[in-house]
Structures are given as structure tokens and as C-alpha cells.
């Protein structure tokens, strides 16, 4: 069994950073890839940013790119997601989730889950 926790949530200025944490229990880390999502309300929940198994493929989706970076820490089996330049718009819950080897995109095709974490950016 899988389980993913994310820390590191909170409220932060237009313009600000915030360093989001996703601790993943279990030897299936080694070989999973783990990705970052969020969901705004009312709307649905979309990919951000992920990192393959082995942390050497990252993807990032547009609204993020230049501004967000995920690393992995295999030593300590956590994903952390280091958003810089936080916009309004950056405002939702944000989820890590992970499956075996590869990134993708469709957030259906994703395993495990944690609980969220809330960030908000305030103009």
C-alpha cells in the first residue's frame, strides 16, 4: 500500500514562494513517479508538475513553467514542488500523486493520492 501526505500549504503574497512537501511511505517509491495537482473551486483538478521514478524527466504544465520546480529526495522518499513568482490564480487545493515509472498528464491515470494541501495567493 501507497501513501502519500503533502505538507507545506499556506497563504502567501502576489509575487511570493512556497515549498510544497509529498512524503511517500512504502518501497513502491523507488520506483514511481510522483506528480503535483491542483483544484481550484469549482473547477476540475489538474496536472501542475511531475517527476519520473528515477527524477532524470520532469513536466510542468504551461501556466507553470519558469515558475514552478519539483525534485525528488529519494533518501528521505519525499517530492518537493518549490513555486516561486505565486500568482492569484496559483489558488487551489494542491494534491501529490503517484504510479509506477512514467509522468502523465490525465490525472485519471494516477494511483494513489493524498489529502491535499491548501495554498492561497493573495493579490
Known amino acids: 500500500q501507497v501513501q502519500l501526505v503533502e505538507s507545506g500549504g499556506g497563504l502567501v503574497q502576489a509575487g511570493g514562494s512556497l515549498s510544497l512537501s509529498c512524503l511517500v511511505s512504502?518501497?513502491?517509491?523507488?520506483?514511481?513517479?510522483v506528480g503535483w495537482f491542483r483544484q481550484a473551486p469549482g473547477k476540475e483538478r489538474d496536472f501542475v508538475a511531475g517527476?519520473?521514478?528515477?527524477?532524470?524527466?520532469?513536466d510542468y504544465a504551461d501556466s507553470v513553467k519558469g515558475r514552478f520546480t519539483v525534485a525528488r529526495d529519494n533518501a528521505k522518499n519525499t517530492v518537493n514542488l518549490q513555486m516561486n513568482s505565486l500568482k492569484p490564480e496559483d489558488t487551489a487545493i494542491y494534491y501529490c500523486?503517484?504510479?509506477?515509472?512514467?509522468?502523465?498528464?490525465?490525472?485519471?491515470?494516477?494511483?494513489?493520492w493524498g489529502q491535499g494541501t491548501q495554498v492561497t495567493v493573495s493579490s
Open positions: 512504502g518501497r513502491a517509491f523507488s520506483n514511481a513517479a
Open positions: 517527476i519520473s521514478w528515477t527524477g532524470s524527466t520532469t
Open positions: 500523486a503517484a504510479r509506477r515509472w512514467t509522468i502523465v498528464n490525465r490525472t485519471s491515470a494516477w494511483d494513489y
